[in-house]
């Protein structure tokens, strides 16, 4: 018997072993391509992008940002920074990808896109080979290209989405902005897309009513869908988040102790240890695929 007990024992030890080898060898082939997306504007998807960002390199991680919003420059808004090139002086072939990444606090950096994200589109993936190539000797050097997307459903944030290899779903818990996170949600399912579907509830009272809330999305898309959207965590609504951004300081930095803080802090150790990175990886792919899915989209 005891035999059999510690015959078992090493063998559990050597499944672990296994499944660490095997994370391990994935990471090893790629970073992580995270879009951080929403339904809904103005839910909180550019503070988390940067706030996430800074948790994930205070975690030893390296991290690129590409903000990738066709609006305003939002992550340069947020830290107080002016960028002197954007992805348009590359797309004019006036600068080369590592002109433009500009250093952010504790290692990031960050990608403004600006205009240049709309001219990659439309343009041939041939013509754009220099860029793809240059993401690609980026991820040589980067566990993680975060992707701050605009909101909605249209071509220039669907492509990101569905380019993607992880998709955050952000949200808050009212409830024009759970419709239109389900309504995503759907727009991915219905374009066949293999992104890995997440959830976080931003701007929780609490973390129970919060999970709650993700969980009523879940199962929708479980119940009439038949799709997977896994729930990745609830960020408490918090002042701090607000006086961050009129500081235009990262929240992490300024307030680090602050409920959201701490949240965002616990959304990365998610998603470095409990989330399986996926297989397909490489950011020059994720160009490429992104803007091959763009022009069959409806805009
Ligand atoms: N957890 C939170 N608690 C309170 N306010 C928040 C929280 N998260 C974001 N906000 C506020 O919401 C506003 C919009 O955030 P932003 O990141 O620009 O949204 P989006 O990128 O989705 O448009 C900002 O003023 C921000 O401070
Ligand atoms: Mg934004």
């Known amino acids: 018997m005891a035999e059999q007990a510690q015959g078992l024992r090493q063998w559990i030890l050597?499944?672990?072993?296994?499944?660490?080898?095997?994370?391990?060898?994935?990471?090893?082939?790629?970073?992580?391509?995270?879009?951080?997306?929403?339904g809904k504007?103005?839910?909180?998807?550019?503070?988390?992008?940067?706030?996430?960002?800074?948790?994930?390199?205070?975690?030893?991680?390296?991290?690129?940002?590409?903000?990738?919003d066709l609006g305003l420059a939002n992550i340069n808004i947020l830290m107080g920074y002016e960028p002197s090139y954007t992805l348009w002086d590359v797309v004019q072939g006036e600068a080369t990808l590592m002109d433009v990444l500009q250093k952010g606090p504790?290692?990031?950096r960050i990608i403004p896109g600006a205009s240049g994200i709309s001219a990659l589109a439309r343009l041939k993936p041939v013509e754009i080979s220099g860029i793809i190539e240059g993401f690609q000797q980026l991820e040589g050097e980067c566990d993680w290209l975060l992707v701050d997307t605009g909101a909605g459903i249209a071509a220039n944030v669907l492509a990101f989405v569905l380019a993607a290899d992880e998709a955050l779903v952000v949200s808050n818990p009212e409830p024009p902005a759970l419709a239109d996170a389900?309504?995503?949600?759907?727009?991915?399912?219905?374009?066949?897309g293999r992104v890995?579907?997440?959830?976080?509830?931003?701007?929780?009272?609490?973390?129970?009513?919060?999970?709650?809330?993700?969980?009523?999305?879940?199962s929708l898309a479980m119940k009439v869908l038949e799709q997977k959207v896994e729930f990745m965590g609830t960020v408490h609504e918090d002042p701090h988040a607000r006086r961050a951004v009129a500081r235009q300081e990262p929240l992490l930095l300024l307030y680090p102790q602050s409920p959201a803080a701490v949240d965002i802090g616990s959304l990365a150790d998610r998603m470095i240890h409990r989330v399986k990175p996926p297989k397909r990886g490489r950011f020059g792919q994720f160009v490429s695929r992104m803007t091959a899915l763009w022009p069959t989209l409806p805009s």
Not at 47 to 63: D, E, I, M
Not at 182 to 192: D, F, N
């Open 106 to 108: 504790m290692g990031i």
């Open 41 to 68: 504007g103005g839910v909180g998807k550019s503070q988390l992008t940067l706030n996430l960002a800074l948790a994930l390199a205070q975690r030893g991680q390296r991290v690129v940002v590409l903000d990738a």
């Open 14 to 38: 050597q499944q672990t072993l296994q499944a660490q080898e095997d994370v391990l060898s994935e990471r090893g082939q790629g970073g992580r391509v995270v879009a951080i997306t929403s």
């Open 182 to 192: 389900y309504g995503l949600i759907k727009a991915v399912w219905e374009a066949q």
């Open 196 to 218: 890995s579907l997440k959830i976080v509830m931003n701007r929780s009272a609490t973390a129970q009513s919060g999970e709650e809330m993700a969980m009523r999305i879940v």
